[in-house]
């Protein structure tokens, strides 16, 4: 009975707060091959024990195979929540830098956004960003309305 409970629980989508657990150990074992907790609670800036108890609670739900002493692995769906949190947040601080916002906000901002915008803005948003990659000044609406300011902002009505 246990096992059945496991895999509907492992079903369901991640929090904000996991998602953003599961890009960095997913960012942690690209760069360096594994995660340690002190490392998420570093990057996360968090404590120690509050990372050891979302580890756990991520593993319990499917996302990360975690024992203690041992290291942190992360399960097929632990690593698709994770690589598609990169992909929006890539998308998003892409088209944010387009708009004109500098780097560390766009990165900041994207942080965000990134667990709210739908999968059909998403969508749409890539393909945008494809027809226009050197010169994303404007969203379409801005340019289609004759609204393009040279700024890079919308004109007043």
Known sequence: ??????????????????????????ELIEAKGYAKAVEIAQRLQL???SV??????????????YEKYRGIIMTRQGRATATDMQHRHHLLRKFLMGLGVDAETANADAEGMEHHVSR????????????SP??????????SQG???????????
């Open 52 to 65: 050891t108890r979302m580890v756990q609670k991520l593993s319990r739900d499917g996302f990360l195979k």
């Open 1 to 26: 009975m246990i096992r059945n409970k496991e895999k509907a629980r492992s079903g369901r989508r991640a929090s904000e707060a996991e998602q953003d657990y599961l890009e960095a150990i997913h």
């Open 147 to 157: 609204k393009a300011q040279p700024g890079g902002g919308e004109g007043r009505e």
């Open 47 to 49: 404590k120690g024990p």
């Open 120 to 131: 059909k803005t998403l969508k749409c948003l890539a393909n945008w960003l494809a027809r």
């Open 134 to 143: 050197k010169k994303v000044a404007q969203p379409p609406s801005a340019v």
